[in-house]
């Protein structure tokens, strides 16, 4: 029970709330301070079959504006009782044969975010991915494509439009089977198609090596002093005039600071946390070596531990 002021009685009471009717009563002389009040507190039921699983869900999903209906129609669930398949019940194998327009909208979806789920990605990645994919979609040209493609190409682009890119072999670990290769040309096939619709080239977002950096090195598990090492490395190298992918710059930045700290790590290794092949970790490491005293922090590294790196 609460206090409250009681008009009634001229001074502060105890208050009793009556759940059921929504009312706060005065426990001295009855009177109801406060009618019809509205509960904000988690409603723990689910009004679904409460013989099985209860999911404590207040309301449904949210409302989705790339869907014609909103993403708010009704599902009709198994009879109570029932241990048969869904569409044992009549009517659920008339709301089956009924024609949903957005059937395949809402299956490219559900892929696209268990995608965006296998890597960590945040709402609004996957929330652009989706609209990326609607407006290829509504363009009815992609018939006769590779789905799975479409789709990682999809959140590729919006990787990196929302400036959290991934590489294209992150992306294809996720895409249920669908090559680089592939992935690539729908790539192509969605920046025309969008640059059609919109009259001007898609605007993708520049890739720094330090975009990469943090995830590369958490994967090889460096501690955070040689992480902001190479931090520091990655965007001092870009004052420079060196010819190499922005992932290939990362992971041969990360194996110099590697090798100048006490952890050091296998080539092998790092090839592995990056997604770069060896050979090409090595070529860029020896397009670095002349930069390293300007590119490494001094109070990382002495400048005697940089001179004795081994030479490319």
Same mark, same amino acid.
């Given at each position: 029970?609460?206090?409250?002021?009681?008009? @009634?009685?001229?001074?502060?009471?105890?208050?009793?709330?009556?759940?059921?009717?929504?009312?706060?009563?005065? #426990?001295?002389?009855?009177?109801?301070?406060?009618?019809?009040?509205?509960?904000?507190?988690?409603?723990?039921?689910?009004?679904?079959?409460?013989? !099985?699983?209860? @999911?404590?869900?207040?309301?449904? +999903?949210?409302?989705?504006?790339?869907?014609?209906?909103?993403?708010?129609?009704?599902?009709?669930?198994?009879?109570?009782?029932?241990? !048969?398949?869904?569409? /044992?019940?009549?009517?659920?194998?008339?709301?089956?044969?009924?024609?949903?327009?957005?059937?395949?909208? *809402?299956?490219?979806?559900?892929?696209?975010?268990?995608? /965006?789920?296998?890597? +960590?990605?945040?709402?609004?990645?996957?929330?652009?991915?989706?609209?990326?994919?609607?407006?290829?979609?509504?363009?009815?040209?992609?018939? !006769?494509?590779?789905?799975?493609?479409?789709?990682?190409?999809?959140?590729?682009?919006?990787?990196?439009?929302?400036?959290?890119?991934?590489?294209?072999?992150?992306?294809?670990?996720?895409?249920? +089977?669908?090559?680089?290769?592939?992935?690539?040309?729908?790539?192509?096939?969605?920046?025309?198609?969008?640059?059609?619709?919109?009259?001007?080239?898609?605007? =993708?977002?520049?890739?720094?090596? !330090?975009?990469?950096?943090?995830?590369?090195? #958490?994967?090889?598990? =460096?501690?955070?002093?040689?992480?902001?090492?190479?931090?520091?490395?990655?965007?001092? /190298?870009?004052?420079?005039?060196?010819?190499?992918?922005?992932?290939? *710059?990362?992971?041969?930045? *990360?194996?110099? *600071?590697?090798?100048?700290? @006490? %952890?050091?790590?296998?080539?092998? %290794?790092? /090839?592995?946390?990056?997604?770069?092949?060896? +050979?090409?970790?090595?070529? #860029?490491?020896?397009?670095?070596?002349?930069?390293?005293?300007?590119?490494?922090?001094?109070?990382?590294?002495?400048?005697?531990?940089?001179?004795?790196?081994?030479?490319?």
């Amino acid at each position: 029970m609460a206090d409250a002021f009681c008009s @009634d009685c001229k001074r502060h009471t105890e208050v009793v709330f009556d759940h059921s009717a929504g009312d706060t009563v005065c #426990s001295e002389c009855g009177l109801v301070l406060e009618s019809h009040s509205i509960d904000e507190t988690s409603e723990w039921r689910t009004f679904a079959n409460e013989s !099985g699983d209860n @999911d404590p869900v207040r309301v449904g +999903g949210p409302s989705n504006p790339l869907l014609a209906d909103g993403g708010l129609s009704t599902v009709i669930a198994k009879p109570n009782g029932a241990s !048969g398949e869904f569409l /044992s019940s009549s009517l659920g194998r008339w709301q089956n044969r009924g024609s949903n327009p957005d059937r395949g909208l *809402i299956l490219a979806f559900k892929t696209i975010a268990t995608m /965006s789920d296998r890597l +960590g990605l945040v709402a609004t990645i996957k929330d652009r991915a989706n609209e990326i994919y609607k407006k290829v979609e509504d363009q009815k040209s992609s018939r !006769g494509r590779n789905q799975d493609a479409l789709l990682a190409a999809c959140l590729y682009i919006a990787c990196r439009q929302e400036d959290k890119p991934r590489t294209v072999k992150e992306i294809c670990s996720v895409a249920n +089977g669908a090559t680089k290769k592939e992935i690539g040309r729908a790539k192509e096939y969605i920046v025309k198609q969008l640059g059609l619709e919109t009259g001007q080239s898609v605007e =993708m977002g520049t890739i720094h090596a !330090g975009d990469f950096m943090r995830r590369f090195c #958490s994967n090889l598990g =460096m501690n955070n002093q040689a992480v902001k090492a190479a931090q520091e490395a990655v965007q001092k /190298s870009e004052e420079f005039d060196i010819r190499r992918s922005p992932i290939s *710059i990362a992971a041969a930045v *990360i194996y110099i *600071i590697t090798q100048l700290s @006490d %952890d050091k790590k296998l080539l092998r %290794d790092i /090839s592995v946390a990056t997604g770069v092949a060896e +050979g090409t970790i090595r070529n #860029s490491y020896k397009d670095l070596y002349s930069y390293v005293s300007k590119i490494i922090p001094n109070w990382y590294a002495k400048e005697e531990d940089i001179r004795n790196l081994s030479s490319p």
